[in-house]
Nanobody, 119 residues
Framework: QVQVVESGGGLVQPGGSLRLSCAVS????????TAWHRQAPGKERELVAG??????EVADSVKGRFTVSRDNANNTMYLQMNNLEPEDTAVYYC??????????????WGKGTQVTVSS
């Protein structure tokens, strides 16, 4: 099986920074695309950033403030969030497309990490 675990969330003041981590473990032959999503109370889940075909992309709403990266040697993806705004408050989820065997290719989700931006 494959596990996806997010960490690094917390309470931060507006203008502050956080670095989220997403660790993928278990039976892994190869990790393909990975992504960060977030869901604020009363809102739908939205895509924030991801690594697709080896290239990082971020949503327009966070461009210039968030940076996504991945350490392939350690199966870990990061989301560096700078100049945080109250509107960034949400649960942040990571997902990963993982091939465990030749026949098993699935997308796995973590349980999320809470980010709260408030003074």
């Amino acid at each position: 099986q494959v596990q996806v675990v997010e960490s690094g969330g917390g309470l931060v003041q507006p203008g502050g920074s956080l670095r989220l981590s997403c660790a993928v473990s278990g039976i892994i032959f190869r990790i393909y695309d990975t992504a960060w999503h977030r869901q604020a109370p009363g809102k739908e889940r939205e895509l924030v950033a991801g690594i697709k075909n080896g290239a990082g992309e971020v949503a327009d709403s966070v461009k210039g403030r968030f940076t996504v990266s991945r350490d392939n040697a350690n199966n870990t993806m990061y989301l560096q969030m700078n100049n945080l705004e109250p509107e960034d408050t949400a649960v942040y989820y990571c997902n990963a497309e993982v091939r465990s065997t030749y026949y098993q290719l699935n997308t796995y989700w973590g349980k999320g990490t809470q980010v709260t931006v408030s003074s």
